[in-house]
């Protein structure tokens, strides 16, 4: 199946930093990436879709200057979170949908772990 | 009324049951169904996707979809203690329309 790799894995930085999580599909090339948020116990919670070459679509209530997001290229797209708060501690997942599909068949990363002291 | 609802469990079954997973939706025009693995601390891991109404086998995996009742299901065969996880459903009517999740099954298969 397609593979999505996602970098780092677990982060923990001090409060008011940057941090940028990057998000590569690996052996496909994907226009659309989406970046999820996830509480404990919770389901996943849709921040925004990423298209390459333009800019992201955030949803309802997501910050779009607290989370930057860069799509540059197939293959590639950023997620950073900008002056960091403990309020933003959380685990932070991406995927990406193959062109080939022609449908929003999503394959997820392996997630990203903040946490903000 | 959440789009896609799902009994959060936990769910406990002795190795080798037979384990079904249920999800209700609302959405009419939900075309597509999958169905993801969750294991702690990782990202969801694409289990099977049905489009339409039916059944799908892959191993000791069977998805089945029921339009009619709007009803979504998962069945484990021969469980074992690796299929401890989180499983979650999901929808979306068809192209590149937003997914819509369940809320996921945290199910323990124990030896």
């Known amino acids: 199946g397609a593979v999505v790799s996602q970098h780092p894995s677990r982060v923990i930085c001090k409060s008011g930093t940057s941090v940028k999580i990057e998000c590569r599909s690996l052996?496909?090339?994907?226009?659309?990436m989406f970046w999820y948020r996830q509480f404990p116990k919770q389901s996943l919670m849709l921040m925004a879709t990423?298209?390459?070459?333009?800019?992201?679509?955030?949803e309802q209530g997501v910050e779009k200057d607290k989370f930057l997001i860069n799509h540059a290229s197939l293959t590639l797209s950023t997620l950073t979170v900008t002056s960091a708060h403990p309020e933003d501690s959380s685990f932070y997942i991406c995927?990406?949908?193959?062109?080939?599909?022609?449908?929003?068949?999503?394959?997820f990363g392996a997630g990203t772990r903040l946490s903000v002291l | 009324q959440k789009e896609v609802e799902q009994d959060p469990g936990p769910l406990s079954v002795p190795e080798g049951a037979i384990v079904s997973l249920n999800c209700t939706y609302s959405?009419?025009?939900?075309?597509?169904f999958m169905w993801y693995r969750q294991y702690s601390r990782k990202g969801p891991e694409l289990l099977m996707y049905?489009?339409?109404?039916g059944n799908k086998e892959d191993g000791r995996f069977t998805a089945q979809v029921d339009k009619s009742s709007k009803y979504i299901s998962l069945f484990i065969r021969d469980s074992q203690p690796s299929d401890s996880a989180t499983y979650l459903c999901?929808?979306?009517?068809?192209?590149?329309?937003?997914?819509?999740f369940g809320t996921g099954t945290k199910l323990q298969v124990i030896p």
């Open positions: 052996d496909f090339q994907a226009t659309t």
């Open positions: 995927s990406a949908t193959t062109t080939g599909e022609g449908k929003n068949i999503q394959y």
């Open positions: 990423s298209n390459e070459g333009s800019k992201a679509t955030y």
């Open positions: 049905t489009y339409s109404s």
């Open positions: 999901a929808s979306f009517s068809g192209g590149y329309q937003k997914v819509t």
């Open positions: 959405n009419s025009a939900f075309q597509y």
